[in-house]
């Protein structure tokens, strides 16, 4: 399996995700994944409304959120935590990657798109972009994942 | 049949399958059906409507599906009737996600259905006034199949076919 150095934040403790997909399945994969890159899993969501509440609790560094949900879409979910929490950063995962599916997204706040099926080192990088973006909240990587909590 | 319309199902299929499962995969069988169709096993129907309409049936038996989800999941998963739907709804909606990607890159614009799950005896509704396309794909995991029966919306037919009037 292909080793990824850890992505931490500044004050070197893991980046926590909140994960947002209506797949059991899909969340799975990506918790997977999050934890090959040092990650913390602080809390999941299997519609956009609960995601809107979960954030308000945990305060993620990192939202991976699917578009087609029950209840309450990605895209609408994404509007909401943006417009209350605006350095919210959101990623989003759906295997739907036509170009109006993005730009709605992107004009709704989100910060990045990956389609499924996901490669980790598609998701390695996008991830990696999307935290650079504010060095004084998340520093760059400094360890092979799994090692940080030593 | 409209092979313009099929090529991007096969494509996504393909390259789902190949990427989930980290591993090539093959098509064994390919052959034209009009009846309705005769699961193998658990199968995820997915209807399209729009410029383009018909539907998308991703087949798999409930062994294959267990070992699919395993592979996806890195550890061994242990076998239920929940884990069986989980991975036969998420194939599909990633192998349906991704043809809808590349259609709608060509222009076609259409709405698709959440995956309805069959799991029971009777067969499934054919395809109308379409044939379906039904193809074996060979993956690490066991055989998946899909069932493909895709038209252009009449009425956009008649448009593209109508011809402007000689003096």
Redesign the interface.
Same mark, same amino acid.
């Given at each position: 399996?292909k080793q990824f150095a850890a992505l931490l934040r500044k004050d070197n403790q893991p980046v926590r995700y909140l994960v947002v997909d209506d %797949?059991?399945?899909?969340r799975?994969?990506l918790i997977?994944m999050i934890e090959m890159f040092g990650g913390e899993v602080a809390g999941e969501a299997g519609d956009g409304l609960t995601a809107i509440a979960e954030f308000n609790r945990i305060s993620p560094d990192i939202v991976l959120m699917d578009i087609?949900m029950p209840q309450m879409e990605g895209i609408e979910a994404v509007e909401r935590i943006v417009r209350q929490h605006p350095s919210a950063r959101i990623v989003m995962v %759906? %295997?739907?990657?036509?170009?109006?599916n993005i730009l709605a997204a992107l004009q709704k706040g989100a910060k990045h798109f990956v389609?499924?099926?996901v490669?980790p080192e598609v998701l390695y990088e996008i991830l990696r972009y999307v935290l650079s973006d504010d060095p004084n909240a998340v520093g760059v990587p400094v360890a092979m994942a799994g090692e940080h909590r030593s | 049949m409209r092979m313009e319309l099929i090529q991007p199902f096969i494509n996504a299929a393909d390259a789902v399958f190949a990427e989930s499962l980290q591993a090539p995969t093959k098509i064994v069988d390919l052959e034209m059906d009009q009846e309705a169709y005769r699961r193998k096993g658990v199968a995820a129907l997915i209807a399209i409507k729009g410029d383009i309409e018909g539907r998308v049936i991703l087949d798999l038996s409930p062994e294959v599906a267990v070992k699919v989800a395993s592979q996806l999941a890195g550890v061994e998963v242990e076998a239920s009737e929940q884990v069986v739907r989980e991975t036969v709804c998420e194939m599909a909606n990633m192998v349906i996600g991704n043809s809808v990607t590349l259609l709608n890159d060509q222009g076609f614009h259409f709405k698709v259905f959440p995956p309805e799950i069959h799991m029971d005896e009777t067969g499934l509704a054919g395809s109308a006034d379409t044939e379906a396309l039904v193809i074996c794909i060979e993956t690490p995991c066991g055989e998946i199949y899909l069932n493909i029966a895709m038209h252009y919306l009449h009425r956009r037919r008649q448009e593209r076919n109508a011809v402007p009037a000689l003096d």
């Open positions: 399996m %797949s059991v399945f899909a799975k994969n997977k087609t %759906s %295997s739907v990657g036509y170009q109006e389609q499924k099926p490669k | -």
